[in-house]
């Protein structure tokens, strides 16, 4: 009976299948085909011998033992994990607050132009960014030196002060993802029925009060997936925004030094490729258990929310 009714959702569904069917194709040959290079953090890697050919680590963990066994690691673990938790919080404070202005705007047109103008640095490459951000932070010849100097103030060695960077980080990812960040939470303030707020206005609810109890209610359940969905890559930081932006600057290093950086320059140095594959196990396994502990959080405080 139950394969009966398998059979006949397939026949009833064969259009919708035969659209996904690409799809699977390419999940399974980029998501879960390479699934079998898991084996690689615990072999002593040799090109010549292929994954499955190489031979066991001798102990089987000392891959993540040398990838652990300096300080640099563990700083590049501390940045990972803390600069992604204020890109989070920053980007959930402008994408939302955003697409709550643009909500609120009348003016089809002025709205319209604002949305294209804020989306079109997301298309922009970080490389390009980071030579916008040295023209602007340079010591010698940036813009922002330059201004404080015809101030009479004294000029500011940016690449030199670790601590200003997850500031400056911050700023230059906000200014290029925020516009295409807005557009999901936008979407679901769109979706919000009219009714509810020509109700609050004619109990006499004033604009900050509808965003406050109808808008911003509204958004929880966008707002929580998202943030669960940011949370299970915060051990994946961009590398291509770092490496732009940073380089190898080693003064800015214990600040800006993550795992990404760390494992790109120790492969380009050693070429040790079980290195580099335990440091993404290690970063899979932590992102996961982050997102099924926030999911949980997320359970508690509103069941609907979580993703699972």
């Known amino acids: 009976m139950i394969r009966n009714g398998v059979i006949r959702e397939l026949v009833r569904n064969r259009q919708l299948l035969v659209m996904f069917l690409p799809v699977a194709v390419l999940?399974?040959?980029f998501n879960y085909l390479p699934l079998s290079g898991l084996v690689i953090p615990f072999k002593n890697f040799d090109f010549s011998k292929g994954i499955f050919g190489s031979d066991w680590m001798h102990p089987l963990f000392d891959n993540f033992d040398y990838l652990l066994s300096s300080d640099?690691?563990?700083r590049a673990i501390r940045n990972t994990v803390l600069l992604n938790a204020l890109f989070i919080a920053a980007g959930l404070v402008f994408e939302v607050?955003?697409?709550?202005v643009l909500n609120e705007l009348r003016n089809k047109v002025f709205k319209r132009i604002t949305q294209s103008l804020t989306f079109l640095p997301f298309f922009i490459s970080w490389i390009v960014v980071g030579v916008f951000a040295y023209n602007l932070l340079s010591y010698e010849n940036g813009a922002i030196n330059r201004f404080l100097e015809w101030l009479g103030m004294q000029p500011v060695d940016f690449y030199s002060k670790a601590s200003w960077w997850p500031i400056i980080l911050t700023i230059a990812l906000r200014w290029k993802t925020t516009g295409y960040g807005t557009i999901i939470?936008?979407?679901a303030l769109t979706s919000i029925e009219g009714s509810y707020y020509e109700a609050a206005s004619i109990d006499g609810a004033s604009r900050?009060?509808?965003i406050r109890y109808i808008s911003i209610p509204m958004l929880r359940p966008t707002i929580i997936?998202?943030?669960l969905l940011a949370v299970g890559r915060i051990m994946n930081a961009d590398f291509g925004m770092f490496y732009a932006m940073v380089g190898d600057a080693t003064l800015l290093?214990?600040?800006?030094d993550v795992i990404d950086t760390l494992v790109y320059r120790s492969l380009r140095k050693s070429g040790d490729i079980g290195m580099a594959s335990a440091a993404g196990f290690l970063q899979s396994v932590i992102a996961f258990a982050l997102v099924l502990a926030s999911n949980y959080a997320a359970r508690r405080v509103d069941r609907d929310s979580a993703i699972f």
């Open 27 to 29: 999940l399974f040959l």
């Open 185 to 187: 939470y936008l979407a």
């Open 97 to 100: 607050g955003f697409a709550l």
């Open 72 to 74: 640099a690691a563990y």
């Open 253 to 256: 290093f214990p600040t800006t």
């Open 225 to 227: 997936i998202l943030t």
């Open 208 to 210: 900050w009060q509808q």
